[in-house]
């Protein structure tokens, strides 16, 4: 077996690296000597660190420093001093973990040289409290003039904390701040509006070492106040409002929208209708039907509309009135007949103007046959003619 080994001369090396197996490891300038202050085995967010480079090599010309953490961020620094110190402040657990450092001089012929990295050093990085949840009572879709309740609830715990509750990034000031302890807050508005539309969200500062250190913050609710609900249309069948007793009347109770439940109600002269046992509710509460309606039920009709909105019901206005007229069966079953005599009188008379037209014509025929050009007048007896006195 034959092995080849491969030379280069001293002259002819290039700089492949600190990584290169075709560098000598006698040409890298030695590592570099790392410290952290201040010394503590654990940093809180918004503490301040150094991290400290020195480069032991008295020989060599600095260039600069790199230093890099396992969490994956690398700061190059461009120095001739022979220790640089990075100094930072601590924004959460990505600033932790190992870091290194390292550091270039310039070699006559040679060009810039990497040091090796130096031992890793450990920051350890205390975390955020943990978020808070934030609930919205009675329900964060409501309606224009209804109360609105804001709970911020954090994890059980012996800190101070102060709580803070946020809409988009603004926080929240107005309306009546209720509790104080370490648990949570709450807020309550008294009469929402449509400037509470959007979405809220909540965190609390901790009090840790004398210092208030802020939360990740709650997931956020989306809060929609709506316009209060319009009147509701009230239509009927038929649509002239004119019904016989004894037919069909119908009553419709439409809304415009269906953001909540809803149930609805009939009135009648301003006194509500309560549904018999012939009478029939529709699915949605819309549909008033009287299968033989009766003259009593004759006056203006109107209907209202409520939403649950937040387990209270809200009214809206109501609708326009609809004016029924409930007309004697008598009338209507007499005019089928008055129509149908008029009809045949009508007809007889037709056929004895006709008779009597026909009648006259035969006679004329058997009295009077007309003159002809040429004939005498005087052949014509007059004997059935009598003289006039």
Known sequence: MFSTIFSIPTSKKRNFG?????????????????????????????????????????????RGFRFSATSGWVTDVRSSRRSFSHTFNVTGTRDGGFHTCSYTVLRPGRGNVHSPASRAVVINVRDRPTQPKLTVTPSSITVEGQPLVFSCQAPPGD?????????????VTGGIWEGSGGSGVR???????QNQTGNFSCRYEEMTEGRWITSYPSDAVQVIVKDPCPPPVLSVEPLSGVVATGHRLRLTCAAPRHDFRRRFRFFRDGAEVTPDAGDVIGGDGSELLFPRISREFAGNFSCRVEEEVGGAWLEAPPSRDVAVEVRASAQFELLPLVVGTAVGVASLLLGLLLAASLCRKRRGGSGWRGLRPGEDTGTFSMGDLEEAS
Do not use: H, Y
């Open 18 to 62: 600190p990584f290169s197996p075709f560098l000598d490891p006698d040409l890298l300038p030695p590592a570099p000597n790392i410290s952290v202050t201040p010394p503590k085995p654990e940093f809180l967010i918004g503490d301040t660190v150094s991290i400290t480079c020195a480069a032991p090599a008295p020989g060599d010309r600095v």
């Open 159 to 171: 800190a101070e904390r102060r709580f803070g509750i946020f809409q988009e990034d603004l926080e």
């Open 187 to 193: 807020l309550r508005v008294e009469r929402s509006g």
